[in-house]
């Protein structure tokens, strides 16, 4: 499954105030409106076409990570605070080359669960799970104890993966399997992607890919946030008369440039403070 975004390129030029007197001012006036479209046009395909690529790579990689760790030997159900669990370096690895990954875990038909977040810090994620500053590394687990008890337990973990300080909560009511994303990976067999939704933790858009387990039934889960989208954004060359905004099916906001101010991300994209937008919406 693709998901699909939309670009809206919406070119607005300045207004020709005067009178243009004779034939060859007015052929003239012609040729350069005629010179202005092709440009304009050429800076939208071109500008498009980079959006559509940067789109399309970013979502390629939590599709991909999910469709590796899913064939993976080391997955296995957890047992323990998941420390020592033998996926948690592939997990780690795949973290820290991809900044923009916030979260893998996998959920297995049994109903354990095995989670890395990368807080890198981050005073929302660290006030979210209580966990302690300079807590770079989130470890959760959800498995049946050695009495036979379901147990959760959280590890924080420093920037050398060092145990700053862990918790172990009785009975947690979080099951994996009744998630929508456990479910559209089993009904699918294959790597399906989210819609775009507002991470709890951080307050920012993002994605979720998914991808049944080859072996033992289970599911890989990846989240991956948009952020990088709206400076990507920002960073387009483009004049001062035009904008450039990502939205999806829904006409939700993926990605503005930083110079509209106060304009929630995932709001309609009718609501962005420009009359070439506006226009774009107009019955």
Same mark, same amino acid.
């Given at each position: 499954m693709r998901f699909h975004f939309k670009t809206a390129l919406i070119l607005s030029s300045l207004a020709i105030i005067?009178?243009?007197?004779?034939?060859?001012?007015?052929? /003239?006036?012609? #040729?350069? /409106?005629?010179?202005?479209d092709k440009v304009a046009s050429n800076v939208f395909n071109t500008t498009a076409a980079k959006i559509q690529e940067q789109v399309s790579n970013l979502m390629d990689v939590p599709m991909k990570i999910s469709g590796i760790i899913a064939h993976s030997e080391a997955v296995a159900p957890p047992g323990d605070g998941g420390l020592s669990e033998p996926v948690r370096n592939q997990i780690f690895k795949a973290l820290e080359e991809y900044p923009s990954i916030y979260?893998?875990?996998?959920?297995?038909?049994?109903?354990?669960?095995? /989670?890395?977040?990368?807080?890198?810090?981050?005073?929302a994620v660290l006030g979210k799970h209580n966990a302690l500053e300079g807590t770079q590394w989130? #470890?959760?687990?959800?498995?049946t104890d050695v009495s036979g008890k379901r147990t959760q337990s959280w590890s924080f973990l420093d920037s050398r993966k060092q145990l700053l300080n862990a918790r172990i909560e009785a009975a947690p009511e979080y099951d994996?399997?009744?998630?929508?994303?456990?479910?559209?990976?089993?009904?699918?067999?294959?790597? #399906?992607?989210?819609?775009?939704?507002?991470f709890n933790s951080l307050q920012k858009p993002g994605i979720t890919a998914s991808h049944a387990l080859m072996k033992g039934p289970g599911v890989v889960g990846v989240d991956m946030t948009l952020s990088d989208l709206s400076q990507f954004v920002?960073? /387009?060359?483009?004049?001062?008369?035009? #904008?450039?905004?990502i939205?999806?099916?829904?006409?939700r906001i993926i990605a503005l440039p930083n110079t509209f101010k106060g304009v929630p991300l995932l709001s309609d994209v009718s609501k962005v403070p420009s009359d070439a937008v506006q226009s774009l919406f107009d019955d």
């Amino acid at each position: 499954m693709r998901f699909h975004f939309k670009t809206a390129l919406i070119l607005s030029s300045l207004a020709i105030i005067g009178l243009l007197s004779g034939t060859i001012l007015f052929a /003239q006036w012609i #040729v350069g /409106q005629k010179a202005a479209d092709k440009v304009a046009s050429n800076v939208f395909n071109t500008t498009a076409a980079k959006i559509q690529e940067q789109v399309s790579n970013l979502m390629d990689v939590p599709m991909k990570i999910s469709g590796i760790i899913a064939h993976s030997e080391a997955v296995a159900p957890p047992g323990d605070g998941g420390l020592s669990e033998p996926v948690r370096n592939q997990i780690f690895k795949a973290l820290e080359e991809y900044p923009s990954i916030y979260s893998i875990y996998i959920g297995h038909g049994d109903g354990s669960f095995y /989670q890395i977040i990368a807080a890198k810090g981050d005073n929302a994620v660290l006030g979210k799970h209580n966990a302690l500053e300079g807590t770079q590394w989130i #470890v959760r687990t959800i498995y049946t104890d050695v009495s036979g008890k379901r147990t959760q337990s959280w590890s924080f973990l420093d920037s050398r993966k060092q145990l700053l300080n862990a918790r172990i909560e009785a009975a947690p009511e979080y099951d994996p399997r009744k998630r929508p994303w456990y479910g559209a990976a089993v009904s699918s067999g294959k790597a #399906v992607l989210s819609d775009v939704y507002m991470f709890n933790s951080l307050q920012k858009p993002g994605i979720t890919a998914s991808h049944a387990l080859m072996k033992g039934p289970g599911v890989v889960g990846v989240d991956m946030t948009l952020s990088d989208l709206s400076q990507f954004v920002s960073d /387009q060359e483009m004049s001062e008369n035009n #904008v450039v905004c990502i939205f999806d099916n829904k006409n939700r906001i993926i990605a503005l440039p930083n110079t509209f101010k106060g304009v929630p991300l995932l709001s309609d994209v009718s609501k962005v403070p420009s009359d070439a937008v506006q226009s774009l919406f107009d019955d």
